[in-house]
């Protein structure tokens, strides 16, 4: 069974921390900094044998020198060694690899980045998906390099995983997401009970995190792009009411997010 400890990390930054119960030896996802990780590796007598990296961005491997020796692991998708020059594996899309005993799968979702990957552990109940910027908890990440249809597809082969699989997202922007998904879809009552679950959360300084795909697919307009009500939201917002494929609704929504 492992272990998934929330390492807060910059102002909303997490970095996921994997380990096995009864186990020294531990995984770390995107560092963007050494210092949260350093600390907790001393605190509890830990050893870091790995690091798995999503994307390039300086807030996702700003610790990677610092927290990497000789006997680390770091791997990340091919696409990013020129940022990543010390990769010891370079990933894509289908690899498989071993952490802690656990078989990892690699799944390559650019959208965000044009070398995002997520990382997918099956064999865990219930399985377990690392998934950096691609998905966030009631949204996804700007799109930086690539364009509306990559990630609306990145979004769809996340969607395809296992409904009961947990997303560990890389931020907290759980609050303004809901705010943003409740003007997309203001009678969805799924997004009103999970807007005041996540207020508690926060309040009571707990991360919303990790989710699950079922709650994002009930709750995220970004994975909900052929409802009806989703694509009635995006032809008002672009005054255009022949939109209807699902890719161009994406589109709509990610530019309506980035002007509001
Ligand atoms: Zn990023």
């Given at each position: 069974m492992l272990d998934v400890i929330a390492l807060p990390a910059f102002n909303d930054n997490y970095i996921w921390l994997l380990k096995l119960r009864g186990d020294k030896r531990c995984w770390v996802v995107?560092?963007?900094?050494?210092t949260p990780v350093q600390h907790y590796l001393q605190a509890q007598g830990l050893e870091l044998e790995g690091i798995l990296i999503t994307h390039h961005h300086p807030d996702h491997i700003g610790g990677v020198e610092d927290l990497s020796s000789e006997s680390t692991t770091l791997i990340g998708s091919f696409q990013d060694v020129y940022r990543l020059?010390?990769?010891?594996l370079q990933v894509a899309a289908g690899d498989r690899f071993q952490l802690l005993g656990q078989t990892v799968q690699v799944l390559e979702v650019p959208g965000?980045?044009?070398?995002h990957v997520a990382f997918f552990i099956q064999d865990q109940q219930p399985p377990l998906l690392f998934c950096g910027d691609t998905l966030f908890a009631a949204g996804c990440g700007r799109l930086f390099e690539g364009t509306p249809e990559q990630m609306h597809t990145s979004l769809q082969t996340l969607a395809?995983?296992?409904?009961?699989t947990r997303v560990y997202a890389a931020h907290e922007y759980t609050l303004k997401n809901l705010e943003f998904a409740r003007q997309v879809e203001p009678d969805n009552p799924a997004l009103q009970e999970r807007q005041q679950e996540c207020q508690e959360l926060r309040a009571a300084q707990?991360?919303?995190?990790?989710?699950?795909l079922a709650l994002e697919k009930a709750t995220n307009p970004f994975l909900r792009c052929s409802e009806p009500s989703v694509i009635q939201a995006a032809r008002e917002f672009a005054e255009k009411e022949d939109l209807q494929d699902p890719a161009e609704v994406f589109a709509a929504l990610r530019r309506w997010k980035d002007s509001a």
């Open positions: 995107d560092p963007g900094e050494a020059p010390s990769l010891s965000h980045t044009l070398g395809q995983l296992p409904e009961e707990q991360p919303t995190l990790p989710s699950s």
